[in-house]
């Protein structure tokens, strides 16, 4: 049970709710009634908790999420105002999903998570925008709880992967993103600074944030390794309050453990992330088996919300399986990063 959640419920009695959900004949998800019509199957007699998920579905094409109208992966039951979301494309076509309150969900669970001494305040996000992408929206929602005002600095992460074989073009890209940044916070109050890892490395965003009035650095995005983690605390941010996250489109916001429950020194550093169960179930695995704790395997994502149901997706990157901390007691991802099968079709970038 996840105290931290929108709802506390158990891992199994979600994935019942979210089975129900999603194979009501009447008002279920297109896309999962044809899957079960097709092989004769009643998911909902034969999903009792987490553990059936592998054995009912097997591993999930990710490719349907590409190539299918996005209308048919979300219930019929889902409506209201909704947005269409895109991943980054980073190992190839964008997958899309349809969304409700996915977000402002995250945000809250985000908020719930973040040190109590963690900065509250207006945001300057630097980093892809709403719209498409969901981390403008994920800010936007930060920023409501809060009772602040999100800035944005709007990068396409995208354009940006197309310049990283091309140096002089990649600077003049950052350049141009800083530029604005520092149009913001020379007439704005910004408490905190959300953008990428790689971002938070270039001295031109550490002078961004010593030369004015932004008391916290929020990272997410790309993989930070655990010596750069270090020199980001104890060296080129170390006046301010730092935190990350590590999440996608998909799998929703892994927030950074609370220093109250494992320091940032006491693990020497790496980045241990605690996924917002029951709704996001990230494994760790090695030719489908999970990992013993200490070791690394690929993430395989479940994706349990009445919104989207996406069981046994391969994620792009791998991680190293640790246990979790009371009241947080579920397994967390330490120092995800890609995984080495995916390196030859993945484009980084700044995001």
């Known amino acids: 049970m996840n105290p931290y959640a929108p709802i506390e419920i158990d891992r199994d009695a979600w994935t019942r709710r979210v089975v129900e959900t999603h194979f009501d004949p009447d008002t279920g998800t297109p896309y999962w009634l044809e899957w079960a019509a097709e092989r004769g199957l009643d998911v909902r007699a034969a999903v009792d908790g987490f553990d059936d998920i592998e054995r009912v579905f097997g591993s999930f094409d990710e490719d349907v999420l590409r190539s299918l109208p996005v209308e048919r992966f979300h219930p019929q039951s889902l409506s209201g105002p ?35 001494a963690f900065p509250r305040g207006n945001l300057l996000m630097l980093g892809p925008p709403g719209g498409a992408n969901n981390a403008g929206a994920f800010v936007e929602h930060l920023a409501d709880r809060w009772d602040a005002l999100p800035f944005f600095v709007n990068m396409d992460p995208r354009w940006a992967k197309r310049l990283a074989d091309e140096p002089r073009r990649f600077d003049e890209y950052v350049a141009h993103l800083v530029e604005q940044a520092q149009r913001v916070v020379s007439t704005q109050d910004v408490t905190v600074l959300f953008t990428t890892a790689q971002l938070l490395e270039r001295p031109a965003v550490r002078e961004l944030v010593a030369d004015s009035g932004i008391d916290a650095v929020y990272h997410g995005g790309t993989a930070l390794d655990s010596d750069t983690h270090r020199v980001f605390r104890e060296e080129w941010y170390a006046d301010v309050a730092v935190a990350g996250e590590y999440g996608n489109t998909l799998m929703g916001v892994a927030q950074e453990a609370p220093p109250q429950l494992r320091e940032p020194a006491a693990r020497a550093y790496s980045l241990d992330y605690v996924p917002c169960e029951p709704y996001f179930v990230p494994e760790v695995v090695d030719d489908g088996d999970t990992v013993s704790y200490g070791e690394r395997g690929r993430v395989r994502l479940t994706v349990l919300s009445e919104e989207l149901f996406v069981p046994g997706l391969t994620e792009r990157d791998s991680a190293v399986r640790v246990r ?15 995984a080495e099968a995916a390196t030859d079709r993945t484009t980084d970038g700044v995001y």
């Open 324 to 338: 979790g901390e009371a009241p947080l007691e579920w397994d967390w991802l330490r120092d995800p990063g890609t």
């Open 82 to 116: 909704r947005r269409v979301y895109e991943t980054g494309g980073t190992t190839g076509e964008p997958k899309r999903v349809v969304m409700a309150d996915y977000w402002r969900k995250q945000a809250a669970w985000a908020d719930r998570v973040l040190p109590d």
